[in-house]
């Protein structure tokens, strides 16, 4: 059977009301949730962009929910810092969290004020990073010399189960390369037959582990409202790459949003007042081959989305 997931997004919602929320999601019968680790949102309008690691401690000690985190270690987070994070939560919250290890965006890592990589160095820096984070989950006292450097590193406290590394991938290149090391897959909403070659190159070159789907959503009372909320809140992140992980502030994201069509909004948001009809879309996808499916209702307002999708979605859930 498909669970069905929550997104917590931090670029939109202050992290205070976003455990609110959550917390929301799980009295609804929502099954898990997920959330980005980002240092600034996509636009002004969104507006928040709170600390991802240190809400989902409260939202792990608040809820009985298993929680994920896309995060991009190499540049603002060196890996055993990202290790000694992921196993402090695997530690205390067993088999309730799970990290999606990416490449990054400038406009979150170039904070550093370190040169921004190449795609392909980035990626060659992030299977570094991979295999650092999991030595270091294994017990292992870790030097490397590389892309990035390790000096004598270990993490003291670590779970008795390695937590699930899974791979965000968005091409069927990157889901057939990431294959090798992954624990699973999540991807985003985008044309079926891009998911399906998505799902096919994870799985073709032996990928393990079960394959996610984040699903951008906007839903009102009426048409007209749930257009506005997406064209209001998700303009500035219909762009694919390379824009989406080169463009370095939200200065320039909303500056390549002023062109953007509500044409354009439609092919990246599922939008619709009709439950029965993000219903359809859901079963669309599970027959695809997602296991999880984690519903991102892109407006800023929650409620209303929880407790309609709570009554009239989530219960015909049930492929």
Request: hydrophobic fraction near 40%; aromatic fraction near 10%.
């Amino acid at each position: 059977m498909t669970r069905i997931g929550f997104h917590a997004s931090h670029e939109q919602i202050a992290p205070g009301q976003l455990l609110s929320d959550v917390q929301h999601a799980e009295r609804m019968g929502f099954d898990m949730a997920m959330c980005s680790d980002h240092f600034a949102p996509w636009s002004e309008r969104q507006g928040h962009s709170g600390y991802a690691w240190a809400w989902l401690g409260a939202a792990l000690a608040t809820t009985g929910l298993e929680f994920g985190c896309v995060s991009a270690p190499g540049q603002r987070y060196h890996p055993a810092v990202a290790a000694q994070k992921i196993a402090t939560l695997a530690a205390m919250f067993p088999g309730r969290f799970w990290t999606a290890l990416g490449s990054g965006e400038a406009m979150n890592e170039s904070i550093t004020g370190e040169r921004w990589p190449a795609k392909h160095e980035r990626v060659a820096r992030l299977e570094e990073c991979v295999d650092i984070i999991r030595r270091l989950l294994a017990g292992e006292e870790v030097s490397h010399q590389g892309l990035v450097t390790v000096d004598r590193a270990r993490v003291w406290d670590r779970p008795d189960e390695q937590p699930l590394l899974i791979t965000p991938a968005v091409s069927p290149e990157s889901a057939e390369r990431s294959a090798r090391w992954a624990d699973g897959l999540i991807t985003v909403n985008q044309d079926p037959d891009t998911l399906r070659e998505v799902i096919a190159s994870y799985r073709g070159a032996g990928g393990r582990g079960r394959v996610a789907l984040q699903l951008h959503l906007s839903w009102a009372p009426t048409l007209e409202e749930a257009e506005a909320i997406a064209f209001e809140q998700w303009r500035s992140n219909v762009f694919g790459a390379p824009l989406s992980w080169d463009i370095d502030s939200v200065t320039g994201f909303d500056a390549a949003a002023e062109h953007v069509t509500m044409e354009s909004v439609q092919r990246s948001v599922r939008i619709s007042e009709r439950p029965e009809q993000h219903l359809e879309w859901i079963r669309e996808y599970a027959e695809m081959g997602f296991d999880d499916v984690y519903l991102h209702f892109v407006g800023q307002e929650q409620g209303a989305f929880l407790d309609t999708f709570g009554s009239d979605v989530l219960p015909k859930c049930d492929w």
